[in-house]
């Protein structure tokens, strides 16, 4: 019979176990392997059987065991020592502790950070994740929580997660959509002190209410605030909101945004008061999907404040971080423009908030964007004083898509800039390569990241018994789940007899595992499958291949395309050789980047952002192999892995895809492959492992997210804080002036030109070391020079006149004449010979901005008026 109600009984500990409760509810249990041991110690086959998940461990152990474990005095001492080594973890000073004291000065960082993220990868216990952007929104957490960085994470808590994904007999890919219960998960409650659950709510159109609740995921040090609309204050339609990550029409979509961004900050102001902590002087949206939060904060400061809404805007954007993720247009989220009108407008219109403003916010106003669509980064990258890709390539290419919202600039100056992704170490790193690190070098390369150079020196043959142990695993594992997988295709026991000799610990090892949007290219190894099958049955140099990766369930293509695959590795000839494994998850990964001898990457560039995969795997001694894209283009030195050539500028697809797989083909064969199985007299591949030791000692101390994390204080965060602190100052005064002075430089900016250029001083052969001498006549009308700057650019020109690489020099005003234009002169020193040229602009300037680019508008000379003649210089 069916159960008309269902809920969890949670475990009541004996007294001298409660510290296993505190262990258990801190995430940091998924990337120390201490507290993992002493979960494990209490019952070893229980804990494979619940996945290693400590909360359904204790639900899962008989009381009676838990009562015996309360006697037994040398596991409650390793209790003791877990729970002291968390609590010294939570409260000692860390590496934010010793910076300027937060808010105390000028340069101090900022009190607190909110972090808004769609998705979290933290542990597979927490399956709140379907690909990049969640796993490394899990690392920024944990980075911040080992460098002692207050951030508060905020996204939402839905019921289904992603998908599980397993598939049919002929390798079509299924999605089952397993219930999540808050209450089996490691989350509590947000609470009122009379203990009623805190709620927020938030309005939709027609007078209805969404209202959530508020769960707490405690990483560390960090807290991970996550929103549920499956309460029953809500309505049935309201309730479904937080159902299932990334699902729905394109209405529930924008609820789900509503809830995260307006939702979002609600349930900060609503934690921060009931717990004390500090209210975040800094919010950073990661990706376009939590931007309405910048709506929120204007609503607030008009409600608190009295700002009106450009004033308002200013305080926001001042104290606003952006990062984008997607260099594909397709990836971004756009709303109809009447759908957002409705749920902003009409009885849902905020106070201050008109939804004409709103609606402005994400306009596509620039060549060839749509009328009638709302663009969430668009908003993003406007309500944000300071935005940001995830490589430097991403970050070129990110000013590229959006250099329509500055008009006049080179995309070079489009106010985007980068902060390259890293990877949480202790979750990635397999436990056997830190062992090693220890043992041979000491605990300060993976607790301090400092040591690097002194891998080189662990034996060769250390290093190739760790990575054959690595590949033994990852075969034992593969297996499992290879058998796993058919059994659910309908195989019986009696077909699966060749599973148990699926790949071989011994042959070289190839890791492809993304999700698989068409830009990814799955399927590009199938290129040429005879050339492919040579390379797998190699008689003396054989690879073989472990691929896994999810299709949007709306994506039929990318369906197909693991069909595709899934039909090849099928085939009995090749079947031992490459497999597919279903449900790419972090449980999987954990055994695949330290497993693979090789990660494979082959998208089409420069579509990849950035891609961590290949960083994780980098750290456990696995090298690259891939296309200059994302991470790699930055860098990728010639001997820490391999790079894919590319058919740029190939307009036919098909040709293109053959070019390149062929080039890859031609590098496993004779590149890859043969310097894995060319050994010495000592049976070791020396030249290898050299690349292998070499990998780590130029990446590791790169691809760490406690760098990223750390340049996002320096670069993002303590600038972004300082621009909101001048903005609240005296009551708010720097945002109304601002927004003031905006306004009449906007107003004023059409009557300002570039009205004559004047150069001398260097004759008709200008030679290296003569100074060019400018006077610049130029028109402000209302405006002062204060309110200006004057620059002259200069730099190599290339054959069309263009300046390329150009520096930027300011010129100092002179005087007015009679007409009213100001003077402006300087001077350049002509250091690099060949063709060179120069040109004048005037651009907007205040204190308060964060780069010259931010209003979007510039005056050049007219007609090329000063523009470059390209004078060959001596």
Known sequence: MRAIRRFTVRTVLPAPLEPLGQLAMNLRWSWHAE???????????????????????????????????AEDRRFLARLTVAAGDLNDYLTGARWYQSLPEPGSTPDGAPAAIAYFSPEFGITAALPQYSGGLGILAGDHLKAASDLGVPIIGVGLLYRHGYFRQSLSRDGWQQERYPLLDPNELPLTLVRHPDGTPARILIGLPGGRELHARI??????????????????????????????LYGGTSEHRLHQEMLLGIGGVRAVREFCALTGHPQPEVFHTNEGHAGFLGVERIREYHESSGLDFDAALEAVRAGTVFTTHTPVPAGIDRFDRELIARHFGGDNEAPGVPVERVLALGAETFPGGEPGVFNMAVMGLRL?????????????????????????????????????????????????????????????????????????????????????????????????????????????????????????????????????????????????????????????????????????????????????????????????????LPDYDIAMAQHLYPGCDVWLNNPLRPL????????????????????????????????????????????????????????????????????????????????????VRHTLVSLGPKVLASRMVKDYVDSLYAPAALGARSMAADELVGAKTLAAWKAEVRGAWPQVRVDHVESGGIGDAPEVGNTLDLRVFVSLGDLRPSDVEVQVVHGRVDGADAIVDGAVAPLKPVRRDEHGRWFYEGSLALDRTGPFGYTVRVMPAHALLATPAELGLIAVPADGEGVADGLPLR
């Open 384 to 580: 944000a004083q300071r935005a940001n890709g995830v490589s430097e390539l991403h970050g070129h290419v990110s000013q590229g898509m959006f250099a329509g919202l500055w008009p006049g600039f080179d995309p070079a100056e489009v106010p985007i800039g980068s902060i390259t992704n890293g990877v949480h170490a202790p979750t990635w790193v397999d436990r056997d390569v830190l062992e090693l690190a220890a043992r041979e070098i000491g605990p300060e390369l993976t607790e301090e990241a400092h040591g690097w150079t002194a891998i080189e020196q662990i034996p060769a043959q250390a290093v190739w018994d760790l990575r054959r142990t690595l590949r033994a695993k990852l075969v034992t594992e593969a297996r499992v789940r290879l058998r796993d997988s058919w059994r659910l295709r309908g195989a019986g026991d009696a077909e699966l007899g060749w599973t148990e000799h699926a790949l071989d610990p011994d042959v070289l090892t190839i890791g492809f595992a993304r999700r698989v949007p068409s830009y990814k290219r799955l399927t590009l190894m199938l290129r040429d499958k005879e050339r492919l099958r040579g390379l797998l049955l190699h008689p003396t140099r054989p690879i073989q291949i472990v691929v896994a990766g999810k299709a949007h369930p709306a994506d039929e293509g990318g369906k197909r395309l693991v069909q595709e695959l899934v039909k090849f590795s099928d085939q009995e000839d090749v079947r031992h050789r490459i497999v597919f």
């Open 35 to 69: 507290t993992r041991d002493l979960f494990e110690s209490i019952d070893p086959e229980t804990w494979a059987a619940v996945g290693q998940d400590p909360v359904r461990l204790l639900g899962a152990v008989p009381t009676d065991k838990l009562a015996a474990l």
């Open 608 to 691: 990849e952002a950035c891609g961590t995969s290949g960083m994780k795997a980098a750290l456990n001694g696995c090298l690259n192999l891939s296309i200059l894209d994302g991470w790699w283009d930055e860098w990728y030195d010639g001997s820490n892995g391999w790079a894919i050539p590319t058919a740029d500028g190939v307009e036919d697809p098909d040709r293109r895809d053959d070019l390149e797989a062929n080039a890859l083909y031609d590098l496993v064969e004779h590149n890859v492959a043969a310097r894995f199985y060319d050994r010495g007299p000592d049976g070791l591949p020396s030249r290898w492992l050299e690349m």
């Open 215 to 244: 769960w707490k995921a405690q990483v560390g040090r960090v807290p991970l605030l996550l929103l549920d609309s499956d309460i029953e204050e809500n309505e049935p339609f309201e309730r479904e909101v937080t159902d299932r």
